[in-house]
């Protein structure tokens, strides 16, 4: 409801995900901020999907290794110049108008991602998009050796 009738939002997520144990409302307000900056990133009209599905990390993505869900917020928004790149997870980095944006969206994503074991990375094209890619484990039920069963 957040977003324009111009921008045209795709959901897919893969059937049957596994669970994740991090704090529902960070999650909410997390994959909101990387919505509204596609969001953001269009003028006009454009495309957001959400992607979400599970992967098999082995240390290619921040070290990270084992099964992780992945959130993927890709826009075909304005795309961030390479100069900027580096700065976008910085505390109060914007380059939005005074008034417009905190420059605290993405810091809160990645401090979020880290402090939930996973990350947060990005891709971009300057002038064909953006694609943000969060990374969260999966569940491990630290109760169920094989001896249990
Ligand atoms: N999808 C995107 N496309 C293009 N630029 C982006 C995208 N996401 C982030 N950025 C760039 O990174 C900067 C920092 O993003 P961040 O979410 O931290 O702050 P903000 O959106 O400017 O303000 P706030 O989130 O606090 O309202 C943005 O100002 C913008 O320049
Ligand atoms: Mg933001």
């Known amino acids: 409801h957040a977003l324009p009738s111009s921008i045209d939002l795709k ?9 994740i144990e991090v704090d529902a ?8 901020n990387l919505l509204f900056n596609a969001r953001d990133a269009i003028n006009g009209h454009g495309r957001i999907s ?9 240390g290619e ?5 084992g099964s992780f869900v992945r959130f993927e917020v ?26 417009k ?10 401090g979020f991602a880290r402090q939930s074991g996973g990350a947060i990375c990005v891709d971009s094209e300057p002038g064909r998009g953006t694609c943000m890619r969060l990374y969260l484990p999966m569940y491990q039920d630290q109760t169920d050796s094989p001896l249990d069963r």
């Open 11 to 19: 959901v897919l997520l893969q059937p049957d995900l596994p669970l």
């Open 25 to 32: 409302g960070q999650l909410q307000m997390v994959l909101l």
């Open 50 to 58: 959400l992607t979400v599905d599970v992967v098999e990390l082995f």
């Open 61 to 65: 993505v921040e070290g990270l290794k």
């Open 74 to 99: 890709e826009d075909n928004g304005a795309g961030i110049p390479t100069e900027v790149l580096p700065r976008i997870f910085e505390p109060f980095f914007t380059t939005k108008p005074f008034g």
């Open 101 to 110: 944006g905190t420059g605290l969206g993405l810091s809160q994503v990645y």
